[in-house]
Structures are given as C-alpha cells and as structure tokens.
C-alpha cells in the first residue's frame, strides 16, 4: 500500500463538504440550543479526550482513551443527567493522574 497520493491544486475542502455541512447545520437545528464540550487530558505520554454535546433533547457524550479499540459513546435522554456523567468523569480522571489540558469549545481549524 502507498502513501503517495495525487495533489490537485484545484481541490477546496470547502466545496467538497458543503452539503455535508449544512446537513449537519440543520440538524443542530431540529436539537434545539446545542453546546458542545471538549476536555483533552495528559497522562505520561498519553492523550484522551472527553466530549460531551448536549441539546434540548438529549445529549451525548465521547470518550476516547488511547488504551482502547475504539471511541465509547454514551446516549443520553437527559441533558442534565449527561451533564453531571461527564463532570464525575472528568473528576475521576483527574483524580486517576490525568492532566486537563484544554477544557472548552472544540477547537477548529
């Protein structure tokens, strides 16, 4: 398999996604007021992150620690009740050793 791929200076990633995009949009609309949250953690040379993305009808929560497969996710019909999972979480990670980094929006760009 080769990691050599072909440039094309003509390609914008914003033309490419927009539909995407605005699918995406409409659906934070039809949620309600969504906030979205972002902690990532340090831990030796270990990075997590745990996010939480709440809205008037539920509210969902991620959680991806290196020393696993895969991302967990965790549905919510209770915005508050994700609330306070992801600040017992974050707690209890920080009570484990891990260091917050950077706790806020999700970065971008």
């Given at each position: ?41 340090q831990k ?66």
């Amino acid at each position: 398999m080769s990691n050599e791929f072909d440039y094309d200076p003509d390609w914008n990633l914003d033309d490419e996604f927009d539909e995407d995009l605005a699918e995406f949009d409409e659906f934070d609309d039809e949620l309600g007021n969504v906030a979205v949250r972002t902690a990532v953690m340090q831990k030796d040379d270990m990075i997590a992150l745990l996010c939480i993305k709440t809205a008037s009808a539920g509210a969902a929560i991620c959680r991806v620690d290196p020393r696993e497969d895969r991302p967990a996710v965790q549905i919510y019909d209770d915005a508050l009740a994700a609330v306070e999972w992801f600040t017992k979480s974050l707690r209890t990670s920080k009570r484990n050793g891990w260091n917050v980094i950077y706790d806020g929006l999700p970065l971008q760009g």
